[in-house]
């Protein structure tokens, strides 16, 4: 069986990944500054309570900062993601001007990249380990930047890609909860080939994503697209369900034990 160090570094020596290494030298690519992301000027947010501060980078921004990444032969931001996106990887496909495949790099190992890409802490995950930090001591790629563009991107341009899901195996999960670390579990399993069906308390589905972050930081809208994506993968989802009031714990293990339903995970927040 392939290890995921020996897929990276099959992916590293696909022949496009090698002749994008030779367009610049070293020393052009760490002379790069990093990007620096636009925002909303304060005199026109302060004005609206939804409108999102940050702007989003432009195409030529998002290439130029992609092309600051050196495609290590040991990407050490890789060891900083939680859900071991192939980062090289989608940060080439946009050096390269390929945006739709960077959006679906990313959603080969993240069930939301638009989420994660706007409040994730990349600054101390993928970034921290980013060699321009580590080895440079520069600014690191802005990796979050550019996930959130790829992301945006697909979204904008209407061609919303869904990952390959196994084939079914007839075994079904529950996830307790509907907050990111319930609905990046539920991205996996469906992913697998189990029956996932995501139970939530409250009359909307998404958690801390759409309870816990205001819109200027997190807009609902985005949300609800990567929530339809899921829906789209097969993901279940059933509102105004209390575990253990709409139906108690006990009973919901007899029905485990009789429709083959694993309840599995409860949501905490992770990011």
Same mark, same amino acid.
């Given at each position: 069986?392939?290890?995921?160090?020996?897929? &990276?570094?099959?992916?590293?020596? +696909?022949?496009?990944?090698?002749?994008?290494?030779? /367009?610049?030298?070293?020393?052009?690519?760490?002379?790069?500054?990093?990007?620096?992301?636009?925002?909303?000027?304060?005199?026109?947010?302060?004005? !609206?309570?939804?409108?999102?501060?940050?702007?989003?980078?432009?195409?030529?921004?998002?290439?130029?900062?992609?092309?600051?990444?050196?495609?290590?032969?040991?990407? /050490?931001?890789?060891?900083?993601? @939680?859900?071991?996106?192939?980062?090289?990887?989608?940060?080439?496909?946009?050096?390269?001007?390929?945006?739709?495949?960077?959006?679906?790099? &990313?959603?080969? /190992?993240?069930?939301?990249?638009?989420?994660?890409?706007?409040?994730? @802490?990349?600054?101390?995950?993928?970034?921290?380990?980013?060699?321009?930090?580590?080895?440079?001591?520069?600014?690191?790629?802005?990796?979050?930047?550019?996930?959130?563009?790829?992301?945006?991107?697909?979204?904008?341009?209407?061609?919303?890609?869904?990952?390959?899901?196994? $084939?079914?195996?007839?075994?079904?999960?529950?996830?307790?909860?509907?907050? @990111?670390? =319930? +609905?990046?579990?539920?991205?996996?399993?469906?992913?697998?080939?189990?029956?996932?069906?995501?139970?939530?308390?409250?009359?909307?589905?998404?958690?801390? +994503?759409? !309870?816990?972050?205001?819109?200027?930081? &997190?807009?609902?809208?985005?949300?609800?697209?990567? +929530?339809?994506?899921?829906?789209?993968?097969?993901?279940?989802?059933?509102?105004?369900?209390?575990?253990?009031?709409?139906?108690?714990?006990?009973? =919901?293990?007899?029905?485990?034990?009789?429709?083959? &339903?694993?309840?599995?995970?409860?949501?905490? $927040?992770?990011?």
């Amino acid at each position: 069986m392939t290890t995921y160090t020996e897929y &990276l570094k099959e992916r590293r020596d +696909l022949e496009w990944r090698s002749e994008l290494r030779k /367009t610049l030298k070293g020393k052009e690519r760490t002379d790069i500054p990093r990007v620096k992301m636009p925002e909303v000027e304060p005199e026109e947010r302060i004005k !609206y309570q939804n409108v999102e501060v940050n702007t989003g980078l432009t195409e030529e921004q998002a290439v130029k900062e992609a092309a600051r990444c050196m495609d290590c032969v040991n990407p /050490t931001c890789i060891e900083g993601c @939680p859900v071991q996106i192939n980062i090289p990887e989608f940060v080439k496909n946009i050096e390269r001007q390929n945006f739709g495949e960077a959006a679906a790099t &990313l959603k080969l /190992t993240s069930a939301l990249p638009a989420v994660c890409g706007r409040v994730c @802490p990349q600054e101390k995950q993928c970034e921290e380990k980013c060699f321009f930090k580590v080895k440079l001591q520069k600014e690191p790629v802005a990796i979050g930047y550019l996930e959130r563009f790829a992301a945006d991107w697909e979204r904008e341009s209407g061609a919303i890609s869904t990952p390959t899901c196994a $084939p079914k195996n007839g075994k079904k999960v529950a996830s307790i909860g509907s907050g @990111p670390s =319930s +609905l990046s579990f539920a991205g996996d399993m469906i992913k697998l080939g189990y029956d996932v069906t995501v139970f939530e308390a409250l009359h909307e589905i998404g958690g801390v +994503l759409k !309870y816990g972050i205001p819109e200027f930081r &997190l807009p609902n809208s985005v949300v609800d697209v990567e +929530l339809e994506n899921l829906r789209k993968m097969g993901v279940q989802f059933e509102t105004n369900f209390i575990v253990g009031r709409t139906a108690s714990f006990d009973s =919901s293990k007899k029905m485990a034990t009789k429709r083959s &339903l694993w309840v599995v995970a409860q949501d905490f $927040p992770v990011l």
